[in-house]
Structures are given as C-alpha cells and as structure tokens.
C-alpha cells in the first residue's frame, strides 16, 4: 500500500514518520527490567543519553514510553501494524492526498484491531 500515491506524498510520509518509526522498531529491543536497549552486545540507558547531550526533561518520557508499550507484551504482527499505522499518517505535512492516506492508515488500524481482537480476546463476564 502506498506505492500508488505521488512520490512526494511518499517522501513527506517516510519523511513525517522517521523519528516515531525508529522509535517503535527501538521499543522491540528494549528491556523493562534493567530500562536498557539491548542492541546485539551493545547496551544502552538513558544516563547513555544524558552523557550524549540529551537533557533528562526529554529523556524521561521517553523512558516512560518505552515502559509502557513493553507493557503490551505486542506481538511481531502488532508491532508492524503499529509501525503502518505511523506512517500512514494523513497529518504529515505535504501531504497533497490526504483522504487517500486516511484510508490507508483506517485500514491498518481495523486490521491491527482484529488481529488484537482474535490474539487477546476480552475475559467474559
């Protein structure tokens, strides 16, 4: 999906959704008990961050979310899902078909609701 849009329609989406997507495909290697990327034998925290520059004003909310989606224990599909929904986002500036990508983002969220829906199903009662 996608291919068909205008080509500056698909700069500005991959353009509009880099930061987010990296942080979400980041999210995978995370790990909630020690708070640290684990990426192949490099580990990183957030003092990782600070040391670099960035100011902990930042750095704990990003912390926070990263808690927090790990929480969702997603599933591969779902982090995928998650990912198309990103970037298919009508709100990107420069985007000349909106409608269109509305659509398409509509579609992955119907499809990332009944994947949910069949692998987590609500308790009864």
Known sequence: PGRSLPIDDQI???KGATLEICQIQ??????????AWECGQHCYTIQDGALAGFQQI??????KFHISLRK????EAEYVLLLAIVLFSPDHPGITQRHTVDQLQEKMALTLKSYIDQRHPLPEG
Do not use: A
């Open 26 to 35: 980041f999210n995978t290697v995370f790990n909630e008990e020690t708070k």
């Open 12 to 14: 500005s989406l991959l």
């Open 58 to 63: 930042y750095l704990e909310p990003l912390l």
């Open 72 to 75: 969702l224990r997603l599933h």
